[in-house]
Nanobody
Framework: QVQLVESGGGLVQAGDSLRLSCAAS????????IGWFRQAPGKEREFVAA????????YYADSVKGRFTISRDNAKNTVYLQMNSLKPEETAVYYC????????????WGQGTQVTVSS
């Protein structure tokens, strides 16, 4: 069974930085895409960033390009999201998710970690 566990959220001030972690277990992820999503209160979940496990190809939402960086550590089966210059409107629950490279939907999700950015 695939399990994803997020950590690293917290309360920060506008302009601060956080690094989120997603620890993955349960199977080999060499042909998987790992993504980060976020959901603010009263809003729909939105895509933030993604990375392929095999070759480090990365993808970002336009709103976070230049400020967020997604990376992975194969030895630890962990994906990171470095978030810089955080804005109050980016307060949300942040989730990591996994899907096979050959698919388009994410069947595996973590429980989420809360990020709160004060103004």
């Amino acid at each position: 069974q695939v399990q994803l566990v997020e950590s690293g959220g917290g309360l920060v001030q506008a302009g601060d930085s956080l690094r989120l972690s997603c620890a993955a277990s349960g199977r080999r992820f060499s042909r998987y895409m790992i993504g980060w999503f976020r959901q603010a209160p009263g809003k729909e979940r939105e895509f933030v960033a993604a990375i392929t496990w095999s070759d480090d190809s990365t993808y970002y939402a336009d709103s976070v390009k230049g400020r967020f960086t997604i990376s992975r550590d194969n030895a630890k089966n962990t994906v990171y999201l470095q978030m810089n210059s955080l804005k109050p409107e980016e307060t949300a629950v942040y989730y990591c998710a996994a899907r096979p490279d050959s698919t388009t939907s994410y069947p595996y999700w973590g429980q989420g970690t809360q990020v709160t950015v004060s103004s």
